[in-house]
C-alpha cells in the first residue's frame, strides 16, 4: 500500500542524509586537520622569517666588520716599490718624536757622495738623536761567508762618532732584515738596504706598517738580534 511505500522511500531518504552527514562529518573534520597544518605550516615560516632576519642582520654587521678593516688596511698597510721607500722613510724619520730602532744588512756611508740617499738616512739617525730620540741601530758584520762586510764599517764609525748607539753584529748568524721600528707604532720591513743601489737604483720591494700591535712584536725580535 501507499503508507509502506512512502515510509520505506523516508527510511532510503533517511539514510541518504544520515551518510551525507557523516561525510560532511568526514569533511569537516578533514578540514579542521588541514587548517591545523595550515596554523602550523604558518608559525614554521615564521619562524624561517625570523631566523632569516637574524641572519641578515648577522650578515650585514660582518659585512660592515669586512669593509671597516678594508678601510683600516688601507690606512695600515702601504706597499713602497724602488724609490718610493725612500721618501717615505725619510719623512718618518724627519718626524720622529721618541724612538729608532734599525737593524739592517747593509749601511752603507759615503760621504763623499753629495747626492746618496743612503746618506740622508743614516744623517737622519743623528739628526733625531741630536732631537733627543732614543736611536738605537744594528748593522750586520760578520755573516756565515767571510770576509766581514767592511762596507758597513763608514756607517758604524759615522754613527758612533756621532753618539747613536749602534753596535756590528758579530755572530755568524747572517741578520739579513731591513727592518725600521719608528715611534714604536710605525714598522718598515722588506727589501730595501740603506745602500744608494738598493734606494736609487735596485728594484725593491717593501711595507710599511702603522700598527702599535705589531711594532711590539717586532720590538720584541729586534730585542733578540
Known amino acids: 500500500n501507499w503508507k509502506d511505500s512512502l515510509q520505506a522511500t523516508v527510511t532510503v531518504l533517511q539514510d541518504q542524509i544520515d551518510n551525507l ?66 721618501h717615505s722613510i725619510k719623512s718618518d724619520l724627519e718626524n720622529v718624536t721618541e724612538t729608532i730602532l734599525v737593524a739592517m744588512y747593509s749601511m752603507i756611508y759615503d760621504p763623499g757622495d753629495s747626492y746618496d740617499w743612503a746618506n740622508d738616512l743614516i744623517k737622519e739617525l743623528v739628526y733625531a738623536k741630536d732631537r733627543g730620540v732614543n736611536v738605537t741601530v744594528i748593522i ?25 748607539t749602534v753596535k756590528l753584529d758579530n755572530d755568524t748568524d747572517t741578520d739579513h732584515m731591513k727592518l725600521v721600528i719608528i715611534d714604536d707604532k710605525i714598522v718598515y720591513v722588506g727589501s730595501h738596504n740603506w745602500s744608494e743601489s738598493a734606494l736609487y737604483y735596485n728594484r725593491e720591494t717593501s711595507v710599511k706598517i702603522v700598527s702599535e700591535d705589531i711594532a711590539e712584536i717586532f720590538k720584541t725580535y729586534f730585542e733578540t738580534i
Open 21 to 86: 552527514n557523516a561525510q560532511i562529518a568526514e569533511k569537516t573534520a578533514t578540514i579542521a586537520n588541514l587548517q591545523a597544518q595550515i596554523a602550523d605550516l604558518e608559525d614554521q615560516v615564521d619562524q624561517l622569517n625570523t631566523i632569516i632576519a637574524q641572519k641578515d642582520a648577522i650578515i650585514a654587521e660582518k659585512n660592515a666588520t669586512i669593509a671597516d678593516l678594508e678601510a683600516r688596511l688601507d690606512e695600515l698597510v702601504h706597499v713602497l716599490t724602488d724609490k718610493e721607500y725612500y
Open 140 to 164: 750586520e758584520y760578520t755573516t756565515y761567508f767571510p770576509p766581514p762586510m767592511e762596507d758597513n764599517l763608514d756607517a758604524y764609525e759615522y754613527l758612533s762618532d756621532n753618539g747613536v
